[in-house]
Nanobody
Framework: QVQLVESGGGLVQAGGSLRLSCTAS????????MGWYRQAPGKERELVAG???????NYADSVKGRFTISRDNAKNTVYLQMNSLKPEDTAVYYC???????????????WGQGTLVNVSS
């Protein structure tokens, strides 16, 4: 069984910074891509940022220039550095791992439990 454990959420004032971390644990051979999604109250879940094993990244337009995603493949960990936070960044942030290879034939798609980021104005 593979689990994603997130940390780093909390309450911060507008203009502040937070760093989210997410570590995958279990019997893992490799992970193709990892990323962060968020869901604000009353809204659909949306992609914030993603990163591949080769460190190719993509970002939502709303966070470009403010958020940075990075990854430590040896630790199966992904980070999201969030700077210049705005009240509209308030949401539950979910870690995601795609193409999680657990044996010769099986690949999984795994979600974390979510961590709340609350940005006050």
């Amino acid at each position: 069984q593979v689990q994603l454990v997130e940390s780093g959420g909390g309450l911060v004032q507008a203009g502040g910074s937070l760093r989210l971390s997410c570590t995958a644990s279990g019997s893992i051979l490799s992970i193709s891509a990892m990323g962060w999604y968020r869901q604000a109250p009353g809204k659909e879940r949306e992609l914030v940022a993603g990163i591949t094993t080769g460190s190719s990244t993509n970002y939502a337009d709303s966070v470009k220039g403010r958020f940075t995603i990075s990854r430590d493949n040896a630790k199966n960990t992904v980070y999201l550095q969030m700077n210049s936070l705005k009240p509209e960044d308030t949401a539950v942030y979910y870690c995601n791992a795609a193409g999680v290879r657990v044996d010769q034939y099986r690949y999984l798609h795994v979600w974390g439990q979510g961590t709340l980021v609350n940005v006050s104005s």
